[in-house]
């Protein structure tokens, strides 16, 4: 993975912003937007999972932001040939719009699921989250940080679906963490664009 994804490279100060040729604009960091839906839709949801709110926010936000936001940063960073982030954005952007889309189809009676068969789609991406943890610690201590929790939330709820109802509440204050540190990553790259400077280190890699 090339490393836009987390660690951007460093900003140029603002002197150096009128120096930059027409023919070569400067872009945007697309993870600042697939880390802010990931990890506030995440924090939503944990939000249900414990109880404090009902499953009304979780929907939209998951769909608008947690979904479709995701995805168009995944999509921009296939632009900008970042397999990781390509991957990651735009596979949990998908997650969110099928989440969102069977908890609608529940409560409109189209194509009702079960509690074992959500069970079954979190084993499937438990799966998928445990290959992009390998990735991710090969990137950043943060980053890993961040999927290894992310992967320990899905075992949980896992767990929560075909053992004991109870590890969801667990879960859910386990993924706080994981939605934390996604945005630690966003505020990571919005900040070294704005000061220049690395403000919040991401950490070395984990694996290397």
């Not at 506030?40 to 929907?59: E, K, Y």
């Not at 959500?118 to 799966?127: K, N």
């Not at 961040?146 to 929560?160: C, E, I, N, Q």
Request: a neutral charge; proline letters at 5%; aromatic letters at 12%.
């Amino acid at each position: 993975m090339s490393v836009p994804v987390l660690v951007a490279k460093s900003a140029p100060l603002p002197e150096a912003d009128a120096r930059v040729s027409p023919a070569h604009p400067k872009h945007g960091n697309p993870a600042v937007v697939g880390l802010a839906g990931f990890g506030l839709s995440t924090l939503v949801l944990q939000f249900h999972n414990v109880g404090w709110v009902a499953i009304g926010p979780v929907v939209w936000l998951g769909l608008i932001f947690g979904g479709v936001a995701q995805m168009i940063a995944g999509l921009q960073e296939m632009k900008a040939g970042n397999n990781f982030g390509y991957s990651a954005f735009t596979s949990y952007g998908c997650f969110w719009i099928a989440l969102g889309l069977m908890l609608i189809g529940n409560a409109t009676g189209l194509f009702r699921v079960t509690e074992t068969d959500i069970g079954w789609y979190l084993v499937a991406w438990t799966l998928y989250t445990g290959i992009m943890t390998i990735g991710a610690m090969g990137i950043s201590a943060v980053l890993g940080l961040l999927f290894v929790t992310l992967l320990a939330g899905f075992v949980l709820l896992d767990l929560a679906h075909f053992a004991d109802p109870r590890f969801t509440v667990v879960a859910g204050y386990e993924l706080m963490g994981c939605a934390g540190l996604a945005l630690y990553g966003m505020a990571h790259a919005v900040f070294l664009d704005v000061f220049g400077r690395d403000v919040l280190p991401m950490g070395k890699p984990i694996l290397r």
